[in-house]
């Protein structure tokens, strides 16, 4: 069977269209009933011994090794391409003018995706997508806007794959505490204590830590804990809520009022947000917390981190391994840079990342 | 009973000597038989009960709130002390001079050491320390030189402790396989492709990935695995080794460098390093792999980091937690910056960091 590589397409016949399109959904048909091929379609079918060679732009037969060597095709895409199908899936390349399905084409309006996976069993001729993959290599950095309704394929250095899926959600709970006004603080170097705390505090609220198991006694507070409460109006500091967010940029800098906003955030949608510093993330939230002495598992590990962050995939895989394996999820809270005043919207975007097995 | 604080020093007189010292290891006697506290034990004694109050050098009384608020006393110093104490250990400041054991004094003589701990049932009247702590908060950078030898008390924003005990440690194991020379490899743009290998290559020596499943198939070098082939006379590659290891920096700029000596020491001690990406590390290793097909347990996950490196002790709570969830230990390779052939030694300080409950 002849196939010709002419710029990033490869194009083959009417036989090919038959064999590669109907049975397997390589390529795209074109007018006059040829098949085009991008180059990693082809690249796997050479592979597969489907094809036998590509013949290059100066007449030259291609076989897989002087195809996958060449610069027609990307190594990292085509292990991506290979994995998929030998899970079963059928997929396409991100070209919008390959496809009149309207769920294609609106799949692969974005520069991060490079496949279209089909749901097992669909095809190009369905209009129906079951994953938008971008093809990265463990060293490329990774931008967080990008992220969203993508699922990662990450190919680590000895070549094996892990992917990632990334999705936008919403972070809810009922947690909620009547707490009184004008409980008095203390501000040391890096908390607060509360020498004589109501109880509703730390069990209804779960603000802060008892100095010990001892009933009615001290509470320490973070600095995110006390700005909080004081901002509302339940504690009372000398120099009030903002001395408290000067001693917390004292300790971390501009961090604090990115962690702040995100903690007054979850406060506010009901999560109770506590130190998320064992799993190496900002926060752990348990979303229904009625008493600390019913409390269940915390569900959330939240990272704060700027929308303008660019991720290593391995501190991705890192975070997600971590979170998986003590039955929570991974959630990046993306702050946007501006003040959050000028903003409608709470200026947070909660992404989602996990471990998926296609 | 009275006690008057002077500099960093709480005096205290002959009953405190019986009450303090001799039965519960607070302190040091001086001449004339008074004792000498440091100011987080008088806390710790205020905190008890059993000081009412220490007499500022203003004259006024402190009580344990004033105190703690106090310069006199860190407040994260006293939470470890406190929790140590809670723990059932007998435990002193690092003072060179207030001791007269030999192996107190040469504890403490280090800045990194906060506190010495004495083993369970001893205390400082004998001459035998458990456990050299740092204490540290959560938002302290720490510097990798100061680590080793010492178990570092990391206080969290919330006031929680957790113990890291780290200490230098040797690698190695017995994974050996005798390779032929000059099999060919061809170079891509971020792996080498071994397109006829010779079986021991992955099957005892366990370098690379094969492509497939199939028998005698392609297999994928890394870099770094071709990079240290090279080198050994194993592989032959169009440039040769230099080629590769320019390769090498162009994907990852200086850290190949680092990350290839760390590799070839591990081989060279009889370890096979592969990827520890799905870990967030850069390697795991093997201590004794004969086959691939008879494949043990990774034991160690392995991070390459320069020597002067300052770490984040979530960063490094992230490291040891995952590493614990799969049974394996966390070691960082510190690589000094010089040139390695100039060093006698190998230049690498491998430095183990595990959870410690004391």
Known sequence: ??????????????????????SSGYGHPVDGGSLELAPVEAAHLLYRGDLDAVEGPDGTAMDFRAFLSSAAVSEIAFLVYKDLRDRGFYLS????????????????????VDFVVYPRGSGPWDDEVAHRVGVVSEREAVRAGDLG?????????????????????????????????????????DRLLLWDPPA?????????????????DVIQLSLLEAAFLAREGVLDVEGGPEAVVERGRAVEGERFDRRLRVYERLRERGL????????????????????VDDLG?????????????????????????????VRKEMVFALVDGEDPSEDDSDGIEWLSVTRLTP
Not at 93 to 112: K, L, N
Not at 200 to 216: N, T, V
């Open 1 to 22: 069977m002849h196939a010709t590589l002419s710029g990033d397409v490869v194009r083959a016949g009417e036989r090919a269209r038959e064999r590669f399109y109907d």
């Open 93 to 112: 390349p991100a070209r919008a003018d390959w496809s009149d399905s309207p769920a294609v084409r609106s799949a692969v309006d974005d520069p991060a």
């Open 149 to 189: 309704d993508l699922v990662l394929a990450v190919v680590d250095e000895e070549s094996a794959l892990t992917y990632l899926a990334t999705e936008h959600r919403a972070v809810s709970g009922t947690s909620e505490a009547d707490l009184p006004e004008g409980v008095s603080g203390e501000l040391l170097s």
């Open 200 to 216: 509703a505090i730390y069990d209804q609220g779960f603000y802060g830590q008892p100095l010990d198991d001892r009933d009615g």
């Open 272 to 291: 109770v947000p506590k130190t998320g510093y064992k799993f190496g993330a900002d926060f752990r939230t348990y979303a229904d917390v009625e008493s």
């Open 297 to 325: 598992h915390s569900e959330l590990l939240i990272r704060v981190l700027d929308r303008e962050h660019t991720f290593s995939p391995r501190d991705l895989a890192l975070d997600v391994r971590l979170a998986h394996g």
